[in-house]
C-alpha cells in the first residue's frame, strides 16, 4: 500500500522535481473570473507549460479545458505532488489517499491549524504530520501557496516571469512569495526555486537553507523567515549556506505588534532579535527589514558588477533639489558622499555647463540627460579613487521629468545605455541607475520603457535612493567581510 | 522715473496679487516640443487664465498665440510682476527698466550668482539687490521658479491642479516647488501660494513665514529650507508661525555632502542640524526629512481627522505578510499597535472566518475586501479606548491585488467609502487608507481610481505603512506639545 515507506526520505531534490502535480479542492472560475487558489494553481500550471496536470473534484469532468478527477486513485499517471485546499477537517483522510497513490509530497494551502491558537488544530497538524512521516512523504506548509520551480514549470501564480534565473527565495508567507518575483521581475531579478512554506511543519527554514548551498541552480539565497524552531540547526545552516553563497534574510515580526502578527500569521514564536541579529553578523548573512529592501538588495548584487570596492559614491543628474535630498539620503543609509578632488571639478567645467550647476558631488548640470554630458561626467568623476560607485538618476527632476515623452524614446535610451555601459567598462565601478516611479499613467509607460532599456542593458534599477544607498551599503559591508574572512585561512 | 520709490516696501501681500505678468527671455516652443521656462510659464500662466500676461522678445510678434513684446516699457498696460529667463550677465540693465515700468516684483529663473561660488557673480547679485531696494521693488530668488498663487491665476508649471486650497508652499528648490503640487494633488492637496525663492536674495524664509502666519488664505504652512541668514529672525518667525498653525518644516542638507550639495544649488549655508532641530522641538514645528515625508504629513494634518488623541493604531485589512510587515513598521516609526482585548476579538471571531486570520491586531481575514467585514472589522476595533486610530489597506497582498479590476470598479468602492465613513462618524477616529503604488500600467489604472475615490470622500491615503506611520506618529506628537502648550496660561 505504501510505495514509499522504506524509510528514505523524500529530498528536496524530488519535491521539487514532481512528474505529475494533482490539485485537490480545485473548482471552476467563478462567474465574476475570480479563482479559488486551486483553480490558480491549474491556470499557472497550464500557463507554464507543466506537462501532467490533475484537478481532483467530483463535481466536474474538466476545468479549465483539462480532464478533472474525482479522486487522486483515478489519476492514471504518477503523481509525485499534492496540492491541498480543502477544510482542515478534511486533511487527514486525503493523506490516506495519498500515502496509497504513492506521492512525494503534499503542499497544504488549506489554514486553521497551528497558527488559529487552537489545541485541536495543532494536534490535527501533529497527526499529518505523523502519518507523513509513517508514509514516507513530505509536507509543505501547511497555510502557504507552496512551490515555484521555473525551470521545472511548476508554478502556482499568473503574471511572474516564468524564465529561470539564480535566485532562490524561501518564505513563511504566501503574500510575500508572490510579491517578490512579481515586483522583482521587472529589475531583472529571475529564480532557482520559490517556496513559500507557512507553518514549517515538515519542510522547514533548516533544510531548505542546507539545500540552497548545495543547489547548484542557485547563486543567491534570499529568506523570508518569522520563525525558527531549532535555534542551533538554524545558526549552524545559515553559517554553511553563508559561506557558501550570499543570503539575504528578512525577518518578520522584529516589535512586539509584529511577533504577535507572526505568531498568528504562521504560529511562529519568533526569538529575540538580538540573538537573530547577532547571528546574521556572526556569519555574515545579510540582514533586510522590509520586501523592497529584499528586492533592492537582490538587484545590488546581481547587476551593481563589479561589486563596489567601498563606500564612497558619487550622485549625477539634473536637478539641485534631487542633489540635496540624494546626498542626504546616500549619506544617512550609511554610503559615503566624498568632495571631489579641484581637479576632476575644474575638468568637469570644461565640458559641463557652469550657471546653475554644482560640481562637488553631486554632479548636477540641466544637460545631465545628454548622452554626451553623462559620458564625460561618469568617466571624470569615476576616475577618483575615492568614488568606489556612480549614481545616475533620472526622473527626479520635474522639468522634462516622466511623462513628457522624453525618456521613453530609443533615441534617448540606446545613447544613454550605450555610453553607461562603456563607461562602467572603462572605470571599472559599478554604475547605479535611481529612477523615481511617477504615480500617473503617461508618467508610468514612460518610466517602464525606461526601466526595460536599462534592465536589458544589464544594469541595476532602483527605484529610491534611499533603497539604493541601503541596498549597497549592506552590500558593500557585506564583500568587506567576506574578504577579511576569506584572507585568513581557517 | 521711479514710481515704487517713496521709502515704501512693496508687500508680499502686493507681490501675490499682480494686476499683469511680463515674461522676459520667452522663446518660442522648440521643434521637438520643449519649452525654455520662460515658454513654460507663459502657457501655464494661459492655462491658469491669468488675464494680463506679456511675453517680452524683440525677435517674434507673437508666442502661443498672444502678443509678444520687444521691451518691457513697450507693455500697454501695468506690469506689476517680471519673470527673468535671461543671462546673468543682462539682468543689472534689466532691472533699470522694471524701475521705468514701476514694476513690483521681478523673479530671477537665471541662475549663475552666489551659489556658482565666483565671487563677481556674487557682487552683481549684490548689487541687484541694491538697485531693487533704491527702486522699491522686490527680488524673488534668484535662482527658483518663482510664484504659483492659485486663487490669483498665477502659475508656473502645468500638470499641478489649478483650484486653491489652504497650504502655503515655501520652498529654496525650484524642483520641490513643482514636485509638491504636482505629487500631493491626487492625494487632495491643494495650495493657497507656492513661492520658490532659490537664493534668498530679498524674500527670504522670515518674512514668508510671518506673512504666512497672518494670511487668511493659509491653514498649513510647509517650508523647504536649505540655509538660514539670520538664525535670530528665524526663530522668531518660526515660533510665531508654529504658534498660529502647524509648519511642516523640511531642512535639506543636513548631512555633509547634503550641506555641500545645499552651497552649490542655492548658496546657502547650512546651520547646525543640532540647534535646527532643538529650535523645531521648542516652537513645535513638525520636522520632515524628505518631500514624501512632507506629503504624508500634509495628508495626516488634512484629512486625518478628528486628529488622533493618541498613537495607538490598529491595522486592518487581508494578508498575513503585510500583517506582519506592516506591524513591524508601524511600531517602528513611532505608533503604537496594541493588543486587542479578548472582548474585541471574540466579537470580530462571531462575524469575520477564522481560518488563516489574526484577530490579535493585526486583523487579517481574507474577506477584508467585503464592505460588510471591513465596517465590523472598523467598528469593533475601533470601540478600543487603546486605539486612537484604523489603517485600512489594499493592494498589499497579492490575490486579488491591482491590476485584476476588482478594487476599481464603483460596485467595489461605492460601498467601501460609504463604510469607512460611517464607521469613522461612528467611531470618532480618523481611518487612514494605505493603498501600495503598482509598478505596472494595469495595477496603476485600477490604483488610481481607488485612490481617486478614497480621496474623493475625503479620507486620507498614503502609499506606504512606513510613510503613513511616520506621519501619523508625528501629528500626534504635534497634537500632543500644542495641547499642552495652550492648556498653560503664558
Redesign the interface.
Known amino acids: 500500500m505504501d510505495k514509499n515507506s522504506a524509510g528514505k526520505q523524500v529530498s528536496l531534490e524530488e519535491v521539487f522535481n514532481p512528474r505529475g502535480v494533482a490539485v485537490v479542492g480545485v473548482s471552476a472560475p467563478t462567474t465574476s ?2 479563482f479559488s ?1 486551486g483553480g ?1 494553481v491549474v491556470l499557472s500550471l497550464i500557463r507554464a507549460g507543466f506537462p501532467a496536470i490533475y484537478p481532483i473534484n467530483p463535481k466536474y469532468s474538466e476545468i479549465l479545458g483539462i480532464p478533472c478527477y474525482p479522486n487522486l486513485l483515478a489519476v492514471p499517471g504518477p503523481v509525485d505532488h499534492v496540492v491541498v485546499n480543502i ?2 477537517e478534511s486533511c487527514l483522510a486525503l493523506l490516506d489517499e495519498c500515502a496509497v497513490k504513492g506521492v512525494r509530497s503534499v503542499h497544504f494551502f ?3 491549524f497551528g ?2 491558537g487552537d489545541e485541536d488544530r495543532a494536534a490535527l497538524e501533529q497527526a499529518m504530520l505523523n502519518k507523513a512521516r509513517a508514509n514516507g512523504f513530505r509536507i509543505i506548509g501547511p ?1 502557504c501557496i507552496g512551490l515555484f520551480v521555473p525551470r521545472r514549470r511548476v508554478a502556482n ?1 499568473i ?1 511572474v516571469p516564468l524564465d529561470p534565473g539564480p535566485v532562490a527565495f524561501m518564505t513563511q ?4 512569495a ?2 517578490l518575483p ?2 522583482s521581475g ?1 529589475r531583472g531579478i529571475r529564480f532557482s526555486k520559490v517556496v513559500s512554506y507557512g507553518n514549517a511543519l515538515d519542510v522547514n527554514e533548516c533544510e531548505l537553507l542546507e539545500y540552497f548551498a548545495r543547489d547548484d541552480e542557485t547563486e543567491i539565497i534570499a529568506a ?1 523567515v ?1 520563525g525558527v524552531r531549532d535555534g542551533e540547526g538554524f545558526a549552524r545552516a545559515l553559517a554553511t549556506a553563508a559561506r557558501r553563497k550570499p543570503v539575504i534574510v528578512y525577518k ?7 511577533q ?7 504560529a511562529s514564536m519568533t526569538s529575540s532579535i538580538a540573538v537573530f541579529e547577532a547571528l546574521c553578523r556572526q556569519t555574515n548573512a545579510i540582514q533586510v ?3 523592497d529592501e529584499m528586492i533592492d538588495t537582490l538587484t545590488a548584487l546581481r547587476f551593481a558588477q563589479p561589486l563596489p570596492a567601498g563606500t564612497g559614491a558619487a550622485m549625477i543628474g539634473a ?14 543609509a550609511g554610503l ?2 566624498p ?1 571631489l578632488s579641484r581637479e576632476v571639478q575644474d575638468e568637469l567645467k570644461r565640458h559641463l555647463p ?9 554632479v ?1 548640470t540641466l544637460n545631465l540627460i545628454d548622452p554626451r554630458a553623462i559620458d564625460v561626467a561618469l568617466r571624470t568623476v569615476g576616475s577618483s579613487p575615492d568614488i568606489h560607485m556612480l549614481v545616475y538618476h533620472l526622473g ?5 521629468s516622466w ?1 513628457m ?2 525618456f521613453s524614446t530609443p533615441a534617448f535610451l540606446e545613447p544613454v545605455t550605450a555610453v553607461i555601459r562603456a563607461a562602467r567598462e572603462a572605470v571599472g565601478k559599478p554604475v547605479l541607475i535611481a529612477l523615481r ?1 511617477p ?3 503617461e508618467g ?2 514612460e518610466f ?1 520603457a525606461a526601466q526595460e532599456a536599462f534592465v536589458a542593458a544589464g544594469l541595476p534599477v532602483f ?1 529610491s535612493l ?1 533603497g539604493l544607498a541601503g541596498a549597497m551599503s549592506r552590500v558593500a559591508e557585506w564583500k568587506r567581510r567576506k574578504n577579511r574572512t576569506t584572507s585568513i585561512p581557517s
Request: no cysteine; hydrophobic share 30%; proline share 7%.
Open positions: 473570473g475570480g487558489f490558480l477544510p482542515a488549506t489554514a486553521g497558527e488559529s497555510n501564480s503574471d508567507s504566501g503574500g510575500h508572490q510579491i512579481k515586483s521587472p523570508y518569522e518578520g515580526g522584529k516589535t512586539e505588534a509584529g504577535r502578527a507572526a505568531l498568528g500569521h504562521t527589514d522590509h520586501l536637478g539641485g533639489g534631487p542633489a540635496v535630498l540624494g546626498s542626504d539620503e546616500l549619506e544617512r559615503s558622499v568632495r557652469i550657471a546653475g550647476s554644482i560640481f562637488t558631488n553631486p548636477d527626479f527632476h520635474p522639468i522634462g511623462g515623452g522624453r516611479p504615480e500617473d499613467l508610468m509607460k517602464l527605484h534611499r
